[in-house]
């Protein structure tokens, strides 16, 4: 009787670990539609960012979507330090930046549909975006 409980226990540890990989397999697929689409978006002027997420915010919204921001981020300066003579003047400087500035929108479980239509959004020109699926 001994062997024969071993081979149950055997059987029913092979079945409960085939259930888990069942299952582990499931979330599997779930992971492949994504829950959150984040969007950054930047650009050298402000005004010109803030239309193009006005705009990415309202085909999102047509389409009944949930959308989170848009959160404004940190503003890069790039610093450039010139000479203004050729030859003599060293102390005599010039000094330019640039601006870049950021947004980030999240779009909470997206529809095909709005995947769709932001694909198909006509930005103005000088605005960069970054689209990732999380």
């Known amino acids: 009787m001994t ?9 029913t ?8 990989r069942s299952a582990s397999g499931g ?5 492949n539609t994504p829950s959150r689409l984040r969007i950054r978006v930047r650009a050298y002027e402000h005004g010109v960012l ?5 705009q990415i915010i309202d085909v999102a919204a047509r389409h009944s979507a ?5 959160v404004p981020l940190p503003i890069d300066i790039k610093k450039y330090t010139v000479n203004r003579a050729a030859f003599i003047d060293k102390d005599s400087r010039e000094q330019f930046e640039m601006r ?10 997206p529809a095909p549909k709005v995947i769709e239509a932001l694909t198909n959004i006509d ?9 990732k699926m999380m």
């Open 27 to 31: 979330k599997k697929a779930e992971a």
């Open 100 to 109: 870049i500035h950021k947004r980030m929108i999240d779009i909470l479980s």
């Open 123 to 131: 930005l103005p020109s000088g605005v960069s975006i970054d689209v």
């Open 3 to 11: 062997a024969e409980s071993a081979a149950k226990k055997k059987t």
């Open 13 to 20: 540890r092979s079945r409960a670990s085939a259930g888990g």
């Open 50 to 54: 803030d239309k193009a997420v006005k």
């Open 66 to 70: 949930e959308v989170v921001g848009p």
